[in-house]
C-alpha cells in the first residue's frame, strides 16, 4: 500500500560524496517523520539522521558537520546529502517514515522501512 524507494548509493573514495534520495508513494494521507538510519556489518542499525514535517531535524553525533537531511513535502521525498565521507560510513541505508495512510474519514499510521542501499567508502 505504502512503498519507500531509496537511490543514490555506489561506492565513493573517502573525502568524496553522495546523495541519498527516498520517495514515499502510495495511499498516503500525511507523513509525519522522515529519517535514514544504517546498519554496518556486525552492528545494531542506528539512525543517522531525522527531519520532521516542520523542518526540525536530528543528527547522530558522527555525521553532524558533514550530512545534511532535507525534504520535499510536495514530492514526498526525503534525502540525505553526505559530504566529507569516511570509511566508517560504510553501511546499507534504510529510509524510514512515520506515515498515515487512508482518508480524512479513515486513517492508519505505522512505520515504514525502505528496502535499503549500500553505501561504500573505500580509503
Known amino acids: 500500500q505504502v512503498q519507500l524507494v531509496e537511490s543514490g548509493g555506489g561506492l565513493v573514495q573517502a573525502g568524496g560524496s553522495l546523495r541519498l534520495s527516498c520517495v514515499a508513494s502510495?495511499?498516503?494521507?500525511?507523513?509525519?517523520?522522515m529519517a535514514w538510519y544504517r546498519q554496518a556489518p556486525g552492528k545494531q542499525r542506528e539512525m543517522v539522521a531525522s527531519?520532521?514535517?516542520?523542518?526540525?531535524?536530528n543528527y547522530v553525533d558522527s555525521v553532524k558537520g558533514r550530512f545534511t537531511i532535507s525534504r520535499d513535502n510536495t514530492e514526498n521525498t526525503v534525502y540525505l546529502q553526505m559530504n566529507s565521507l569516511k570509511s566508517d560510513d560504510t553501511a546499507v541505508y534504510y529510509c524510514?517514515?512515520?506515515?498515515?495512510?487512508?482518508?480524512?474519514?479513515?486513517?492508519?499510521?505505522?512505520?515504514?522501512w525502505g528496502q535499503g542501499t549500500q553505501v561504500t567508502v573505500s580509503s
Open positions: 502510495g495511499n498516503i494521507f500525511s507523513i509525519n517523520v
Open positions: 524510514n517514515s512515520m506515515i498515515t495512510t487512508g482518508t480524512s474519514i479513515s486513517r492508519a499510521r505505522r512505520e515504514y
Open positions: 527531519i520532521a514535517s516542520g523542518g526540525n531535524t
